[in-house]
């Protein structure tokens, strides 16, 4: 897919917040000079052809009462993406990252509860087989992380 300037002026400014509003894509819409509806599909296209693969907030799990974790596994290469499947089948898990290392499988666990962190480690090693390596958060960073489309 071959993305036009309306498509990158859409991916940079759905980084930002959105307006709360009662119709926040009709606002951003406006910004855009576009209306509402090609807005929705452009973001439709660009989810069914993988450009994008997921929309939705970040939620700041510990200050509603649950936790974070940075979690790694050493995962043997045949077994990888049998292993990958049954992580990520966890709702738990916020994104998934293959490393070229020994501990070659990265992902971050999102829970309601802080014990929730330990609960779904030990499930994905009972269905694995395979320990996980659980790396609390010390202390967190603000980095603004944004990717100019």
């Not at 009462?65 to 990888?80: D, I, K, Q, R, S």
């Not at 966890?90 to 962190?117: C, D, K, Q, S």
Request: charged share 25%; aromatic share 8%; net charge negative.
């Amino acid at each position: 897919m071959t993305l036009d300037e309306t498509d990158r002026a859409i991916l940079n400014r759905m980084q930002d917040d959105l307006p709360l509003t009662t119709h926040p894509y009709a606002a951003i819409a406006e910004e855009l000079g576009i209306e509402q509806s090609e807005l929705l599909s452009r973001l439709t296209r660009m989810k069914d052809e993988r450009v994008i693969t997921r929309f939705g907030p970040f939620f700041d799990a510990a200050a509603m009462g649950g936790a974070f974790c940075l979690c790694t596994m050493a995962v043997p290469p045949e077994n990888f993406e049998t292993v990958l499947t049954k992580v990520n089948a966890h709702p738990e898990v916020a994104h998934n990252y293959e490393r070229t290392h020994r501990l070659n499988m990265w992902f971050v666990l999102a829970t309601e509860t802080p014990e929730g962190i330990e609960a779904t480690a030990e499930a994905i090693e009972r269905e694995t087989g395979i320990e996980v390596l659980c790396f609390p958060k010390l202390q967190e960073f603000f980095i603004g992380f944004r990717v100019a489309a």
